[in-house]
């Protein structure tokens, strides 16, 4: 079992910057790919970021591309998601995934975070 505890939500102004980690524990004997999805109050959660289990490989959803950066530090069981240039349409809650395959999709990922709620105010 893996347990994954994000964590950096808070509230922004828009054009502002938050930092989100995922931190990982449990079973942790191999890397998984990580994704970054959001739920906004009546939405379906929705994609944001990936990263393979290297850290060589990620994708974006074309809605934060260019303002948002994806990384991880196995050494630390962390991902981060870099949040910049926030805009109001990004308020959320943001989870983390975990899973074996790199991804968009949720069905893809086998362990989910509890969220954190990131606020951007206009």
């Known amino acids: 079992q893996v347990q994954l505890v994000e964590s950096g939500g808070g509230l922004a102004q828009a054009g502002g910057s938050l930092r989100l980690s995922c931190a990982t524990s449990g079973r942790t004997t191999r890397t998984y790919a990580v994704g970054w999805f959001r739920q906004a109050p009546g939405k379906a959660r929705e994609f944001v970021a990936a990263i393979s289990e290297s850290g060589g490989s990620t994708k974006y959803a074309d809605y934060v591309k260019g303002r948002f950066t994806i990384s991880r530090d196995n050494a630390a069981n962390t991902v981060y998601l870099q949040m910049n240039s926030l805009k109001p349409e990004d308020t959320a809650v943001y989870y983390c995934?975990?899973?074996?395959?790199?991804?968009?999709?949720?069905?893809?990922?086998?362990?989910w975070g509890q969220g954190t709620q990131v606020t951007v105010s206009s």
């Open positions: 995934a975990a899973g074996f395959l790199y991804s968009q999709y949720t069905y893809h990922y086998d362990y």
